[in-house]
C-alpha cells in the first residue's frame, strides 16, 4: 500500500525559505520509472504542479518557480524535500506530495499540509 | 490563468449524465495521451478518477469515462449520484519549454 505524508512548518514568515518534507512508504525511490512530485493549492484556487524527481534524480521545475525551488530525495529514508525560497504571502496554499504513476498522472496524495505565509 | 480551460461550473439532476470539457493546445492536451481527470471533495486531496484520457484506475466507478478530440478532453459522469459533487481538475503532460504537467482551472460539479 503506498503512502505519502508531508511535513513541515504552518506558518512562515515572508522572505524565508520554507522546507517540506515527503514521508513515503509502499514504495522505493530506486526503482526505474518512479518519480514523486509535488504539487500545491492556494486557498479556493486550482492546483499548481511544482516538481518531481525521478528515481535516477532527474529532476523537472516549475518554469515559473524554478530560480526558488530545490528538489531532494533521500532513498535509504523514503523521504523527498522540497525547498522553496524567498516565501510570499501569495505562495499561502495546501502543499500535496504526489506519487508518478506515468505521464503526467499522479496516482497517490499525501493529505496535504497547509502553510501559511505571514508577518 | 491556468494552462488547460475548463468551465467553472456545471450541474446534473440525479441519474442525469454530465461532461466537463478541458481544452488545452497541440504541446498537451492534443499532443499526447497523458490526459487525466482528479476528484476534489471540500478539504481532502485530489483523487484520480482517469489516466491516459480515458483508463479508470482499479475501484473507480464505470459510470466516470474520459475521451478526447483534438485539443479537447472530456470527463463524463453518467447516472449522476450526490456523492459525485466535487470540484474536478483536468491535467495533461506538455511540451511546453520545461514544464512537466499542467492543470485545469477545475469546475465544480453541482447535483441538484
Known amino acids: 500500500q503506498i503512502t505519502l505524508k508531508e511535513s513541515g512548518p504552518t506558518l512562515v514568515k515572508p522572505t524565508q525559505t520554507l522546507t517540506l518534507t515527503c514521508t513515503f512508504s509502499g514504495f522505493s525511490l530506486t526503482t526505474t520509472g518512479v518519480g514523486v512530485g509535488w504539487i500545491r493549492q492556494p486557498p479556493g484556487k486550482a492546483l499548481e504542479w511544482l516538481a518531481l524527481?525521478?528515481?535516477?534524480?532527474?529532476?523537472r521545475l516549475s518554469p515559473s518557480l524554478k530560480s526558488r525551488l530545490t528538489i531532494t530525495k533521500d532513498t535509504s529514508r523514503n523521504q523527498v524535500v522540497l525547498t522553496m525560497t524567498n516565501m510570499d504571502p501569495v505562495d499561502t496554499a495546501t502543499y500535496y506530495c504526489?506519487?508518478?504513476?506515468?505521464?503526467?498522472?499522479?496516482?497517490?496524495w499525501g493529505q496535504g499540509t497547509l502553510v501559511t505565509v505571514s508577518s | 490563468q491556468s494552462a488547460l480551460t475548463q468551465p467553472a461550473s456545471v450541474s446534473g439532476s440525479p441519474g442525469q449524465s454530465i461532461t466537463i470539457s478541458c481544452t488545452g493546445t497541440s504541446s498537451d492536451v492534443g499532443g499526447y495521451n497523458y490526459v487525466s481527470w482528479y476528484q476534489q471533495h471540500p478539504g481532502k486531496a485530489p483523487k484520480l478518477m482517469i489516466f491516459e484520457v480515458s483508463n479508470r484506475p482499479s475501484g473507480v466507478s464505470n459510470r466516470f469515462s474520459g475521451s478526447k478530440s483534438g485539443n479537447t478532453a472530456s470527463l463524463t459522469i453518467s447516472g449522476l449520484q450526490a456523492e459525485d459533487e466535487a470540484d474536478y481538475y483536468c491535467s495533461s503532460y506538455t511540451s511546453s519549454s520545461t514544464l512537466y504537467v499542467v492543470f485545469g482551472g477545475g469546475t465544480k460539479l453541482t447535483v441538484l
Open positions: 504526489v506519487h508518478r504513476l506515468g505521464g503526467g498522472t499522479f496516482d497517490y
Open positions: 524527481i525521478y528515481w535516477n534524480d532527474d529532476k
